[in-house]
């Protein structure tokens, strides 16, 4: 590899977004910010709308500013959150915003999908994604039943990253990881389904080409040659989901891992050669969605420091610093209070302190006060949750698993880090916190020649960073804390049965 390469990572998040440079250089990967920006929905007409324009203008910011630092960008790569997508007329122009999965027209059509046109047994089976309103699919039922404009028109169906690289490139593609999460890819051909398709009213015709993390799209367009004043630069195809960048990120030395996505939400999985569909997949709500090198990630996803965070809102009490409350919740004793973070009381409450107070009261728990008590209580619970999930992968996965890597912003929680070693009874691996971004970068890298393949890619990150390393403690304790768990939870089921 020849010394210093620069690439530049477009990373969107559903809230916020950023430009990064990442530099590889001897067997190292460093990450530099160049621009963050807020990514605002628009409320208008009873829906709400992504502004794909500002996204466009802040990505020609980043490169702008690139060019201005004489930094020598050898390509370009795009990751945004999934499902989402973009209009495209026979002309070749977008034809409206896109809508945004939290908008409410997708409510009721799942179940109108199921009953009019495939049946949900089949569209599990066929697809292996967990069933949510907001999936691509139920989105463009959504809009085909309501005569929406945009899609009456439209040519070609743009995933959000494929559209922004199309209006750097001028080239359509269907990037293969932010298809997965359409619920509209099959991963046994790793295609589109005609018979889905066919029931949202569309053709494998509209949509660009499938394609792979780690291949080009196309170069810039003199158009945005001439605004940013870069030079013919290739925009590649990364894991265009920003989770599968980040799992492509974990810095694995072998296959025998689960990995946890932490953050707002949890998602604990591993990485698969084939889809796990079946029985106990469909009955746990699991879901199978596209890896790199033709991978699967085979994951759930559970409520994480949502809790937290929603808490930290109402306390008025409570220290500004997490290190500070955190270390007044290790003061109070383990267990007392227990909750499952994955019950649809926690979903979206007024006040989430009084929704854990209330589920506590009705398990006949002691009801924790304060701060500290509830934040303690969190943190317990999550990691018993997350040793019941690692319990289900291990059942299902067709390889040991010896390890658990924690990438992402919650991957600096020491306390969960370590409670989830306890709880799970295996070593855990923190870091990297900018997943994404590195798995963007290296994505990039590979298209270059600079890295051969997935090991080779995360042997460069764990090259790069000091991982931390939590070792489980208290088996016994953690062992009686998960058989309350599991009776406390079959309490809770059976009181709303």
């Known amino acids: 590899m020849e010394s210093k390469k620069y690439f530049f990572a477009v990373d969107l998040g559903a809230t916020s977004g950023r430009t990064i440079i990442g530099t590889l250089d001897s067997d190292r990967i460093e990450l530099e910010e160049l621009t963050r920006f807020d990514n605002n929905l628009i409320e208008t007409g009873g829906h709400f709308y992504w502004d794909i324009y500002a996204l466009y203008n802040e990505i020609i910011k980043g490169l702008k500013t690139a060019a201005q630092r004489n930094i020598p960008i050898c390509s370009i790569g795009i ?50 994604i967990q069933f949510m309103n907001f999936n691509s699919l139920f989105q463009l039922y959504a809009m085909r039943r309501n005569g929406d404009s945009a899609l009456e028109n439209a040519e070609k169906i743009l995933f959000v990253p494929d559209a922004l690289s199309y209006m750097l490139t001028g080239k359509m593609v269907c990037e293969y990881t932010i298809a997965s999460t359409s619920q509209m890819l099959d991963p046994k051909t790793k295609q589109l389904d005609e018979k889905l398709l066919a029931g949202v009213g569309l053709t494998r015709n509209n949509f660009g080409p499938m394609t792979n993390p780690a291949v080009e799209i196309g170069r810039l367009t003199e158009e945005v040659q001439k605004m940013t004043g870069l030079g013919d630069v290739p925009v590649i195809a990364v894991a265009g989901h920003d989770t599968g960048s980040a799992v492509a990120a974990v810095p694995a030395r ?83 209070s227990i909750i499952n973070p994955d019950d649809t009381a926690f979903a979206n409450p007024s006040s989430m302190v009084e929704a854990i107070q209330t589920y506590c009261k009705e398990t006949n728990q002691h009801v924790p006060e ?52 306890n709880a799970l009874g295996v070593e855990v691996l923190a870091g990297p916190q900018e997943g994404t971004a590195i798995g963007n970068i290296m994505l990039q890298a590979k298209a270059a020649g600079d890295v051969s393949d997935i090991w080779d890619m995360r042997r460069i990150i764990a090259n790069s960073l000091e991982l931390k390393r939590f070792e489980p403690a208290d088996k016994e304790v953690w062992d009686k804390a998960y058989d309350r768990f599991l009776e406390i939870v079959a309490a809770a089921d059976a009181r709303k049965a």
């Open 254 to 336: 072998n296959e025998n891992f689960a990995y946890l996505s932490s953050g707002t939400w949890s998602l604990m999985g591993i990485e698969t050669k084939d889809a796990i569909i079946n029985e106990l997949s469909y009955e746990r709500n699991f879901t199978n969605e596209g890896g790199i090198e033709g991978t699967t990630r085979f994951l759930k996803n559970i409520c994480g420091m949502w809790l937290y965070e929603r808490c930290r809102k109402e306390w008025t009490d409570a220290p500004r610093s997490h290190a500070e409350l955190q270390a007044e919740a290790m003061k109070q004793p383990a267990f007392r």
């Open 370 to 421: 304060g701060y500290a008590e509830i934040c303690r209580c969190i943190f317990d619970s999550l990691a018993l949750r997350y040793r019941q999930v690692f319990g289900y992968l291990r059942e299902m996965a067709s390889f040991p698993l010896e390890v658990l890597h924690i990438i992402g912003g919650g991957s600096l929680n020491n306390y969960l880090n370590q409670f989830t070693a």
């Open 79 to 128: 990751d945004t959150w999934g499902v989402d997508f973009v209009c495209v007329g026979k002309d070749g122009a977008l034809l409206r915003n896109p809508l945004a999965y939290r908008d409410p027209h997708t409510f009721g059509m799942m179940e109108d999908f199921f009953e009019k046109k495939v049946d949900k047994k089949s569209v599990y089976n066929i697809t292996g």
